[in-house]
């Protein structure tokens, strides 16, 4: 594919994935001037609420696929386990951002790892393993307390379990057998970061600031800027997201979470090739949102400063919480339109300016 010039406004932007992201996406590039075509095998998407064109078709389904991207300008993916197949497919036909590289990278957290450490950034110690053999070797290695994570397809802490005793490394590691696993070491963080970064074309990075993170049974519930750390510590974080997406030679926007530890040491632990839950406090807090900086990035545009002028606490909707939301006005409200309230499923958020 040739380099992507910078697109006419009324251009269409093709988008893999019609989850909120999607739906966010959508409003920032209609916000713009562009139209957008949302592809998702999920009739009720919340991101058809909001798209001139969609289409119902599963991923691998190449007629329509090919179908769609004739019909687009250019083409992004709002979530990771999107089949590599499908970007690959779809590249031949229209410029595809992030590139493939990087989603390939990203599926699976035994070469998301791999690809760190090459670069020379640390994550958590870890061993990987297929077996049940494997994973007992794989634990005697690290000694406990371990984390079991599937390689791939994993989120919002869905295929993940802790092991700290020796007595329930039988009955957990057998959970896990023949499926690719990475053990990692568990990590005992003072608290949890995240920078969402964003490159153009042409290479030029920007940051929004740090955002600090609670997690409640590995679904993010809370993001806060400014986050509780020093000077030291962020530009710490900038520069190693700074390095992660000029190797990987990154377009768009990219979500990177660490654990900050208590000798504040930066482990990275999971890179998102999209923009990120963790971000959503841009959308109150800077001029630019992260919605509006991807677009931007992969239409050929200027990107934002990424400078903050508030302080945002952004809270998700989980489940139920959304039949009880205490709307008192004063505060910046984004429900998705998802059809049914599922346990602990992202319902919506709320960015609150401190
Ligand atoms: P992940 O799916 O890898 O993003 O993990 C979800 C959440 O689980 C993280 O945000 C952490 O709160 C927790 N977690 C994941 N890996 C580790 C680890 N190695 N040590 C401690 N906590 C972890």
Redesign the pocket.
Known sequence: MNKQKKLPIGSIIGILGGGQLGKMLSQSASQLGFKTHIYDPDFNAPAKQVTNISSTFEYDDIKNLEDFANKVDVITYEFENIPLETINFCQKIKNVYPNSKSLEICQD?MTEKKFLNNIGVET?TFETASTYEGIIKGIEKLGLPV?I?TSRF????KG?KVIRQKEEIEKIASEFTNISVII??????EL?ISIIICRDMNGKISTYDPAE?I?QN?I?VESKVPANINFTTSSDAIFIASKIIKNLEYTGVMGI?F?VTKTKKILV??MAPRVHNSGHWTQSGCIINQFEQHIRAITGRSIGDGKRHSNVLMKNILGDQIFDIKDDGEHSMNIYGKEKAKYNRKMGHINIIE
Do not use: S
Request: proline residues 0%; charged residues 40%; aromatic residues 12%.
């Open positions: 957290r958590a984390l994570k994993g989120y919002d802490g993940q990692e070491k568990l990590i005992d963080f949890e993170n997690h590995g993010l979470e654990f632990n999971e």
